[in-house]
Nanobody, 116 residues
Framework: HVQLVESGGGSVQAGGSVRLSCAAT????????QAWFRQGPGKEREWVAD???????DYSDSVKGRFIISRDDAKNTVFLRLNSLEPEDTAAYYC???????????WGQGTQVTVS
């Protein structure tokens, strides 16, 4: 069955960087739009970034210029590089497959990023 497995989270100091990975199984990531969402403590889940099938990327205003989403088709993996981290970036980060416009059908279990 389809699975998305995130890794790479952890604790980091403000101003630091971390790279999250999302390994997909049972489908080809390059054939779907892939997104990252996050949910901070006491906050609603929010969309962070996505990479379309053609490689086009898009970012929320809160992370634009600091985060980078990418995809490695050979590894069937999606990445999210988090730079210039701020305490407000503390959240569980989720890798998600898009099944259509603003429609998401598979979610990973999440990986925690804590910025202090």
């Amino acid at each position: 069955h389809v699975q998305l497995v995130e890794s790479g989270g952890g604790s980091v100091q403000a101003g630091g960087s971390v790279r999250l990975s999302c390994a997909a199984t049972r489908y080809t990531v390059g054939r779907y739009c892939q997104a990252w969402f996050r949910q901070g403590p006491g906050k609603e889940r929010e969309w962070v970034a996505d990479v379309a099938r053609d490689g086009t990327t898009d970012y929320s205003d809160s992370v634009k210029g600091r985060f980078i989403i990418s995809r490695d088709d050979a590894k069937n993996t999606v990445f999210l590089r988090l730079n210039s981290l701020e305490p407000e970036d503390t959240a569980a980060y989720y890798c998600v497959r898009s099944s259509g416009y603003w429609s998401f059908d598979y979610w990973g279990q999440g990986t925690q990023v804590t910025v202090s």
